[in-house]
């Protein structure tokens, strides 16, 4: 089986290590726009060869694993379209899903069949290559959101890469997981964006960053994500994300005039309520 | 030497348990609201026996640490000030300064220059002595925020028993230290509480918690902690965290009319501005 790996970096590099690692693939072409990133990756033996361009590096695959930033999905569907073979399968693993399928439906004409929309919930604060793991992905879930159009064939397909690389699966719809991930995941990155750099900003910036305590500390680990990938991710999923934000912004108002009226009975039920859900995720989560 | 503890939970009794383990005090005299936290205390050896109330406690006590939640600390000075021994210094562990020290002011009379306030900027987000840790201050902050008028022999032996509890010290202005951790714990408290508020409101939070990825998780563990404590703290800091959060709101307005403009370039660079900030910390901080 011969991978093509379009965008060589932490996760697309884990997966095609981790296929490797399980023998699900044997060949694993990359394709990036970074050189750097390309000679790290066949020194580290997650590629065995590289293509000067998509075209090059799609020709001949059995499975083409898109892993650029989302905002990059639609000029390499374009340019893999005319050279895929006639039986590959496509899938990416990006953070936003119905972006990546109206790009993917766009650019692949009738190959939209074989395309697989997934994405794995794992990752890291270090990006590139380098901090490529092949166990990245144990014990975590991906999830596919196949279109009625998908060939369950090829969704069964992907499914078994996934369970190869040691993790769990599950299908949404990408509206819901859009809608899920705008909550969990692309607004605590905004959020942890915002403060880092209100902070970051201040006059006295030095002095708060010297006294960073629990609370700003996790904050900044989350604002270390990769600038560009969130811009992306944030154009992908605005629709949702703005929504999140707006009631997000409501809640805020909300504690601001709770603390401008010393409401501490009121405040106190906030935080509760929030301290008991710590208990429910526990015990529900796993991913 | 004999010190009274007020207040029995994770950061007094750890502080009690580190300066028994250093050999700085003998006896340790706790007094709590709840019985179960004085029976946990005296079974692991953080004390060496109780009292019934605050001036039982303190009486012949050379030295008294406050480490109630900071709503209750005007209550607990004005039950001391009677039965305080001449020579006894009073210290804290609040992680609002100016109120604790207004409290003292009011209710401790002529004994306030034996007032040292003080931060130890540690914890955990379990609570409770169950959990005190003699090593908990290892290598931490502990910030003293003295006045004018504290008694500089009292703010040296507060220093030097921080100083044998493992911390380091530093001294700043009770309104630098309101001013910092309004923007670097208390904020980030705040939101991460109303972010998990908002998502355990929401119509479907199971589905969301059960997808909590890196982003989310971070915030729940934020808004595990106390809420009772969380919103002393944020009444009692409330002119300076009114403030940050006004601020905060700003950036968030900002943050969405980018999103709703598409402007990637704006996003990109406010993402690029806090993924940068992170690398200062990391160098900067180790508290």
């Known amino acids: 089986m011969r991978l093509a790996l379009l965008g060589v970096g932490l996760i697309g590099g884990s997966f095609a290590a981790a296929l490797r690692a399980a023998g699900a693939v044997q060949e694993v072409v990359g394709c990036d726009l970074d050189p750097g990133a390309l000679a790290a990756a066949l020194r580290r033996g997650i590629l065995t060869q590289t293509a000067g361009d998509v075209a090059d590096a799609v020709r001949g695959a059995d499975l083409v694993v898109v892993a650029t930033p989302v905002g990059a999905t639609r000029a390499v569907f374009a340019a893999m379209a005319g050279s895929l073979s006639p039986e590959a399968i496509i899938t990416d693993v990006g953070s936003t899903k119905s972006s990546v399928i109206e790009d993917a439906r766009t650019a692949l004409g009738p190959r939209f069949s074989h395309f697989v929309p997934a994405h794995p919930i794992a990752g890291s604060e270090r990006t590139g290559v380098e901090h490529a793991d092949a166990s990245m992905f144990s014990g975590r879930l991906a999830v596919l959101t196949p279109t009625p159009g998908t060939d369950e064939q090829a969704v069964a ?3 078994s890469l996934w369970l190869a690389a040691g993790a769990r699966t599950e299908r949404l719809s990408a509206e819901t997981h859009d809608r899920i991930f705008a909550a969990v995941s692309h607004l605590p990155h905004l959020l942890a964006f915002a403060l880092v750099e209100m902070i970051a900003g201040a006059a006295d910036a030095q002095l708060k960053l010297a006294h960073a305590g629990a609370g700003f500390r996790d904050f900044t ?3 270390a994500s990769n600038p560009q990938l969130w811009r992306d991710v944030c154009l992908a999923n605005r629709a949702h994300l703005a929504r999140e934000l707006h009631s997000y912004r409501a ?11 010393e409401d501490g009975v009121a405040l106190e039920a906030v935080f509760a309520r929030a301290a008991a859900m710590r208990r429910v995720s526990d015990e529900d989560a796993s991913g």
Chains 1, 2 share one sequence.
Request: aromatic share 0%.
């Open 251 to 261: 809640r805020l108002e909300t504690l601001q005039r709770l603390l401008d009226a």
């Open 221 to 223: 680990r989350i604002a």
């Open 157 to 159: 397909a992907v499914e």
